[in-house]
């Protein structure tokens, strides 16, 4: 039986959306797919390439894209040379990112219930005075982190 690095479900969901993009299951997209599961924050491609020292720096970037593609990962573009990729936000919950413009460095964080419950306000109120039906929304904390202050 082969050993798989990802829990069942998320394997299922990689193979459904590699296939609906017309992209093939491999070893390095489960692979990445699992390490960003399991990761506790968005990750660089070098901090990919540490984790994962099998997969060649070019295969990394080019199955990253691949996956972005697929809707499994979410890529978070800093001010820093570095982009940092999640899971999708439908795979892993519904939250906000902390980006420190010194470090590049991006934390997640889940909002407070009272801006979520605003948000949902909002949202309404902008579809009825523009029409537009948003399906999520996105907000980012860009400042200062605690190791850089
Ligand atoms: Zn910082
Ligand atoms: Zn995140
Ligand atoms: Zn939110």
Same mark, same amino acid.
């Given at each position: 039986?082969?050993?798989?690095?990802?829990?069942?479900?998320?394997?299922?969901?990689?193979?459904?959306?590699?296939?609906?993009?017309?992209?093939?299951?491999?070893?390095?997209?489960?692979?990445?797919?699992?390490?960003?599961?399991?990761?506790?924050?968005?990750?660089?491609? $070098? !901090?990919?390439? #540490?984790?994962?020292?099998?997969? *060649?720096?070019? /295969?990394?970037? +080019?199955?990253?894209?691949?996956?972005?593609?697929?809707?499994?990962?979410?890529?978070?573009?800093?001010?820093?040379?570095?982009?940092?990729?999640?899971?999708?936000?439908?795979?892993?919950?519904?939250?906000?990112?902390?980006?420190?413009?010194?470090?590049?460095?991006?934390?997640?964080?889940?909002? $407070? !219930?009272?801006? #979520?419950?605003?948000?949902?306000? *909002?949202?309404? /109120?902008?579809? +009825?005075?523009?029409?537009?039906?948003?399906?999520?929304?996105?907000?980012?904390?860009?400042?200062?982190?605690?190791?850089?202050?």
């Amino acid at each position: 039986m082969a050993v798989s690095s990802i829990d069942d479900w998320l394997h299922e969901i990689v193979k459904e959306r590699l296939h609906a993009a017309s992209q093939k299951v491999t070893a390095n997209r489960e692979a990445l797919v699992g390490l960003l599961s399991t990761a506790t924050r968005p990750l660089t491609i $070098p !901090e990919i390439i #540490e984790a994962k020292p099998t997969i *060649a720096q070019s /295969s990394a970037y +080019r199955n990253l894209v691949v996956l972005e593609d697929a809707g499994l990962v979410h890529r978070i573009v800093t001010n820093d040379d570095f982009a940092r990729y999640e899971l999708a936000e439908d795979l892993t919950g519904h939250h906000h990112h902390l980006i420190c413009t010194v470090c590049g460095s991006v934390q997640d964080v889940a909002a $407070p !219930e009272g801006l #979520e419950r605003a948000m949902r306000v *909002a949202t309404k /109120s902008i579809a +009825r005075t523009t029409g537009f039906r948003a399906q999520h929304h996105r907000i980012d904390l860009v400042g200062i982190c605690q190791a850089c202050t």
